[in-house]
């Protein structure tokens, strides 16, 4: 158990509509980070907040937004979705938001459009 | 676009065999780092290396980090069947972003 708390587990959902995915960090991390695992795409970074403030983008769709609360959980909004949005969604956090830290991956949301 | 790439793809051996996973990218990364993934769940951090030419070892895991911070390896001795998973690298840039390789798929059967 990484700490890391992520739901909702598993959904599906058909083209078109909108998810939300929610993440605990771990106890006293500040930093959360939103990744993105498909088969034919691997491991893709899509975004970074650090204290509430975003810190870093990677390739996120402009059809999705995250936010991290000021209780430091963190959603990942997914809108318009499509069948190629199909895939396991991770969120990790670490203490700070330095290269070199150690992060730490909840179990993911599978996400399945139909 | 993977900048790291990462040899074989696919790895499947017998218990008991050696085996070595390679890591190799253009960019010069702040540290790189090696998780494995196990089927369910998240990648989990198996090591950092930091300093070129860096060598770690972990149990029958081995860890080699290139002298240009580029390129790095991950050597396992008689490997074992809890051994299987998907290695993935991951190279770090110091405004914390990581990059992570497409993983090797390693099966280790008795």
């Known amino acids: 158990d990484s700490g890391v708390t992520q739901t909702p587990k598993h959904l599906i959902t058909a083209t078109g509509q909108r998810v939300t995915l929610r993440c605990s960090p771990r106890?006293?991390?500040?930093?959360v980070y939103w990744y993105q695992q498909s088969l034919d795409q691997g491991l893709q970074f899509l975004i970074q907040?650090?204290?509430?403030?975003?810190?870093a983008k990677g390739n996120i769709l402009e059809r999705f937004s995250a936010q991290q609360f000021p209780d430091l959980h963190s959603e990942l909004n997914l809108s318009s979705l499509e069948l190629g949005d199909s895939a396991l969604y991770f969120c990790?956090?670490?203490?700070?938001?330095?290269?070199?830290?150690?992060?730490?991956f909840g179990e993911g949301s599978w996400l399945t459009v139909v | 676009t993977q900048l790291l790439e990462q040899s074989p793809q696919f790895l499947s051996i017998q218990e008991g065999e050696n085996l070595t996973v390679y890591c190799n990218s253009s960019?010069?990364?702040?540290?790189l780092q090696w998780y494995r993934q196990e089927p369910g769940e998240g990648p989990v951090l198996l090591v950092t290396?930091?300093?070129?030419?860096e060598v770690k070892k972990l149990k029958r895991l081995t860890f080699q980090f290139g002298d240009a911070r580029k390129d790095s390896s991950l050597h396992i001795t008689a490997a074992q069947p809890g051994d299987t998973g998907l290695y993935l690298c991951?190279?770090?840039?110091?405004?914390?972003?990581?990059?992570f390789g497409a993983g090797t798929q390693v099966v280790v059967t008795p």
């Open positions: 960019s010069v990364f702040s540290s």
């Open positions: 991951a190279g770090a840039h110091s405004w914390g972003k990581l990059q």
């Open positions: 907040y650090y204290n509430g403030e975003e810190r």
């Open positions: 106890s006293g991390d500040l930093s």
């Open positions: 990790a956090s670490s203490v700070e938001g330095q290269g070199g830290n150690t992060i730490y």
């Open positions: 290396v930091v300093t070129g030419g």
